[in-house]
Each structure stands twice: as structure tokens, then as C-alpha cells.
């Protein structure tokens, strides 16, 4: 069946604007995970959505970073006023409720350029 | 707080070389604990797992890892690698919260 998605693959953009990156996990997935991998680092937790309960967003680095879920289904990490710190890859995974173990699937990623 | 580490950031191995690849973490309750492997231009997809009983899980493509709690370690090892097996590989550690907590990945690099 189909994976996760996230568009856009590659995005470029000049310091100081938004930018706004999109995730569709895997269908009936009910967790959504962000995360960030800088060049050289390990992923870093963001933000993890959960059904309808309320967002877990103790790994969101600053005010400028936020995210939206529908329901169970597409998630949006928006970041304002770009930073070149946040150049990175950023990764979504999703995950089933009925999974034990909790595994995790990830997206092909959206590499960020802040110029 | 909750740290991976995988002290090897870079290996290169020849063709039927054993491999081990060392994971950490800190962490003194129940763990729940991965390999992710990122093949080149792919995604990361999930190579073996450990949520409870046997310490010793394998996985695919003939890989396999040992829980020693007593050491909160959970090595990744393979008996021959082959030229395929070219890629980053992230050990991963669920602790308590829902995320995951990865390492700085290692890459291993197989020479034909």
C-alpha cells in the first residue's frame, strides 16, 4: 500500500519567509511524528500528533515553528520567518494505534535551504 | 534526559567482513529499541526492533541485534556484509515518551 508522503521534495527559500511543508501519512495511521535532521545529526524530535488528543510539541525548537493536523489525516509544519539554522531535512513518520511496538514509517523527507 | 549514541560515524568494510555497529542509550526504565537503515537516495525504513522477550532479534537482510540491558546497548551486527549494505544506519530508542530518540547514524561504506 502507499507510504508516506511529503511534499515538497526540495524547497528553497530566502531568510525571513515561511515556508510550509506538508506530510500525508499512511492511511487508517493514527500518530504523526515531525522531525528534523540537520547535516551531520541525528533526527530530532519536533512535535507528535496523536488522534484528537492535544499535540505533543516539546521538541518544537522556537515560536516560529508550528503544526496542524486534520483529524487523522495531513499534517502542515509551517516555520516563519526562516532562519539558515533551519536548513535540514525534515521527516515525517506516522504510526498505527493497533502496533505495540510503536514503528514507526517515514516519508521520503523535504530538504529545507534557507538562503 | 534520554541520549543515543553511536560512537562509529563512519565504517568501511570489505565485501564478507563482519560488522557491528554500537548503539547506547541512557535510559533506566522499559525500552523499546530500533535500527533504522537509509539506503542511498531512499527513505528510512525500519531494519529490526526490540520490544520484549528473546535479547537477540534479527531482522532483515540477515542482520540482527543484542539487547544487554546491563549495558544499555543494543548492537547492530551482520556475519558478511555485501556491496548492498552500503548505506546510514540510525539506532533508535523509545523511552517513556511516544517519539523516538535516534543517534547520529553511522555510515557504513562495503568496497566490492
Known amino acids: 500500500g502507499a507510504g508516506v508522503s511529503q511534499s515538497p521534495s526540495n524547497k528553497v527559500t530566502e531568510k525571513g519567509k515561511d515556508v510550509e511543508l506538508r506530510c500525508d501519512p499512511i492511511s487508517g495511521h493514527t500518530a504523526l511524528y515531525w522531525y528534523r535532521q540537520r547535516l551531520g545529526q541525528g533526527l530530532e524530535f519536533l512535535i507528535y500528533f496523536q488522534g484528537n488528543s492535544a499535540p505533543d510539541k516539546s521538541g518544537l525548537p522556537s515560536d516560529r515553528f508550528s503544526a496542524e493536523r486534520t483529524g487523522e489525516s495531513v499534517s502542515t509544519l509551517t516555520i516563519q520567518r526562516t532562519q539558515q539554522e533551519d536548513s535540514a531535512v525534515y521527516l515525517c513518520?506516522?504510526?498505527?494505534?493497533?502496533?505495540?511496538?510503536?514503528?514507526?514509517?517515514f516519508g521520503p523527507g523535504t530538504r529545507l535551504t534557507v538562503t | 534526559a534520554q541520549s543515543v549514541s553511536q560512537h562509529n560515524h563512519h565504517v568501511i568494510l570489505s565485501e564478507a567482513a563482519s560488522l557491528e555497529l554500537g548503539c547506547n542509550y541512557s535510559y533506566g526504565g522499559t525500552v523499546n529499541l530500533f535500527w533504522y537503515v537509509q539506503y542511498p537516495g531512499q527513505h528510512l525504513q525500519l531494519l529490526l526492533k526490540?520490544?520484549?522477550?528473546?535479547?537477540l532479534v534479527k531482522g532483515i537482510k540477515g542482520f540482527e541485534a543484542e539487547f544487554i540491558k546491563s549495558k544499555f546497548s543494543f548492537n547492530l551486527r551482520k556475519p558478511s556484509v555485501q556491496w548492498s549494505d552500503t548505506a546510514e544506519y540510525f539506532c533508535?530508542?523509545?523511552?517513556?515518551?511516544?517519539?523516538?530518540?535516534f543517534g547520529t547514524g553511522t555510515r557504513l561504506t562495503v568496497i566490492p
Open positions: 513518520a506516522s504510526s498505527s494505534a493497533w502496533d505495540s511496538s510503536y514503528e514507526q514509517y
Open positions: 533508535a530508542v523509545r523511552a517513556g515518551a511516544n517519539n523516538l530518540f
Open positions: 526490540y520490544f520484549s522477550g528473546d535479547p
